[in-house]
């Protein structure tokens, strides 16, 4: 096979980031067979358009066994000079950290068949990037995580280790059958300094990889080995979409899930954090249940806050140890259907029968409710009930997690649509927070459902400032790679996302900082998610109301 050369654009394909987003294009240019590839700019979200044109390397026959999680089919690539991109099809629906058995990568980082260790009848490892973990493997054989294993100067690949330091992105964290994968080449320069990854560098300029799946320590399938071309490696930091970060439109607003006791015990980097962004309303998930009215009053009072409007807020009831907030300094209402939203009678029976090894949750759930709340801001005449959430954690498409976050999901889609029935008036709509979708997709899909009228709502695409990805949680202490997690939905009918991004202090340069009065570290030490930030304007009456009923709702 002829090799390959992966190159990718040095400069963003779009004049500005962040953008107005609900959607994104790029466009591509065709190669032939053996050719360099095309250069699209990949950005790991999960959507795939940048790869459209782009010739595979590999296509993998369909002849992995029926019963096998995964079928390897075909395989893109590209690169640049700070990271490898790889979008693979699965052939079946898996989650990339939790699928039933693990699909490695095996790179040969110098084209050198001598050195490294030998992988099956796959000779020179020197790197192993392995997606769903069986060493730290929960019930039914589901893998957890992702892990490397690189080579060690005495020749053997090493213990695997969490991926955090060659800068692993993978995309989506929903199952699916086609993902995106991004791997650092070499050490990254960041807002806190240089990224370290470790013994093996991707210089080039060639490589060898095979994909390969396995189960139980058996390989099901894999693909033949390739050989890649790479362009030379480059030690500066990828450039910046933009850093334009100062309001537009009619409402800026910020969605956070701040991490339980951090919000309690860190005030002052939050407080510094929600200054910089200047935001008029505020959804916060996951804060501390020990947190009390008095607690949010004290901490809506902090200098960093008072400089504009008093802040008003609605601290929600319901969600046990993990509660909710609207907060507001354009006026605010609460809804009282949402004040305190628990399960319908009967409704999590079904689930407490099919999976009884979770006793304990179900008795939770049934006692704490969801965690979430609600109430109304008004904005150019016009009211947008706003609703933080945050969804059962953890799991896999078809765990009891997952089965969870479903009947949570149809459970406040109801609630929301009876309060906007209840209204009396036309009405926005801004549901936010901690989706985690870890799991199905079916979670998203039931809470979006008919609430704009007869029209769903809109997914804001919440991009970073410069990691060129849609992750909204990171946290390299762990072995899950960082995701999307958080989610800010919007009536379409009557908002327009204007601007939106996920907030990292680091990723801004030291000027910018500086101007905003913040520390290099403020968001990776207050919460493992980042501040998604979304610029609102109202663009029209809303839809009828109400929408459709949800079968199962």
Same mark, same amino acid.
């Given at each position: 096979m002829n090799p390959m050369t992966l190159l990718l654009r040095r400069t963003p394909v779009r004049s500005c980031w962040p953008i107005p987003i609900l959607c994104s294009a790029f466009a591509v240019s065709g190669c032939s067979s053996g050719a360099t590839l095309p250069d699209p700019v990949v950005v790991i979200d999960g959507v /795939? *358009? *940048?790869?459209?044109?782009?010739?595979p390397i590999v296509v993998d026959p369909q002849d992995a066994p029926n019963g096998a999680a995964v079928d390897l089919g075909v395989i893109h690539a590209a690169a640049d000079?700070?990271?490898? $991109? $790889?979008?693979?099809e699965t052939g079946r629906p898996v989650n990339a950290q939790a699928m039933r058995g693990t699909l490695s990568i095996l790179i040969d980082a110098d084209d050198d068949r001598e050195t490294g260790e030998a992988v099956g009848d /796959?000779? %020179?490892?020197?790197?192993v990037v392995e997606l769903s973990r069986q060493d730290l493997a929960g019930r039914d054989g589901h893998g957890s995580g992702m892990?490397?294993?690189e080579l060690g100067s005495d020749g053997l690949l090493g213990d695997r280790t969490n991926?955090?330091?060659?800068d692993l992105v993978v995309a989506p964290t929903a199952s699916a059958s086609r993902f995106e994968i991004r791997l650092a080449r070499g050490a990254l320069e960041r807002g806190e300094g240089r990224v370290p990854t470790g013994s093996v560098e991707l210089e080039g300029p060639l490589m060898r990889a095979r994909f390969v799946f396995s189960y139980q320590g058996s390989v099901?399938? *894999?693909?033949e080995s390739v050989t890649l071309t790479l362009p030379p490696l480059e030690g500066d930091a990828p450039p910046r979409w933009s850093e334009g970060l100062d309001p537009t439109g009619d409402l800026r607003v910020l969605v956070w899930n701040v991490s339980s006791e951090r919000f309690r015990d860190r005030p002052e980097r939050f407080a510094r954090v929600m200054a910089a962004m200047d935001p008029d309303v505020l959804l916060l998930d996951e804060v501390y249940g020990a947190v009390t009215e008095a607690d949010l009053r004290a901490f809506f009072s902090r200098p960093e806050l008072a400089a504009r409007e008093p802040w008003e807020f609605v601290l929600g009831?319901? %969600?046990?140890?993990?509660k909710t907030v609207v907060a507001s300094r354009v006026g605010i209402r609460p809804e009282l259907a949402l004040e305190d939203v628990l399960y319908p009678d009967g409704a999590l029976g079904p689930l407490a029968e099919r999976f009884p090894e979770a006793e304990r949750l179900w008795d939770l759930e049934r006692e704490r409710g969801l965690a979430t709340t609600g109430a109304w801001v008004e904005a150019a005449g016009q009211p947008i009930l706003f609703v933080p959430i945050d969804l059962q954690s953890a799991g896999y498409d078809g765990s009891f997690e997952d089965h969870l976050r479903v009947l949570q999901a149809r459970t406040l889609r109801a609630v929301v649509m009876g309060a906007l029935a209840d209204s009396g008036r036309p009405a926005g709509v801004v549901i936010g927070g901690d989706l985690n979708l870890v799991g199905s997709h079916v979670p998203l899909d039931s809470l979006v459902h008919g609430l704009d009228g007869a029209r769903d709502l809109i997914p804001v695409d919440t991009y970073r400032l410069t990691d060129r990805s849609i992750a909204t949680w990171?946290?390299?202490?762990?072995? $899950?790679?960082p995701g999307r997690l958080d989610y800010v939905l919007i009536s379409s009918s009557t908002l327009s996302a204007d601007q939106a991004f996920a907030f990292e202090v680091g990723e801004l340069s030291t000027e910018m900082q500086e101007r905003l009065g913040l520390a290099p570290e403020d968001t990776r030490l207050t919460a493992d998610h980042l501040p998604l930030v979304v610029d609102l304007s109202i663009t029209g009456d809303p839809a009828p109301r109400p929408g459709p009923p949800l079968s199962g709702s």
């Open positions: /795939f *358009e *940048e790869w459209t044109d782009v010739s000079g700070h990271h490898i $991109f $790889f979008a693979v /796959f000779p %020179g490892t020197d790197l892990a490397l294993r991926a955090g330091g060659r099901v399938d *894999e693909t009831k319901s %969600g046990g140890r993990q990171r946290n390299p202490d762990t072995q $899950f790679t």
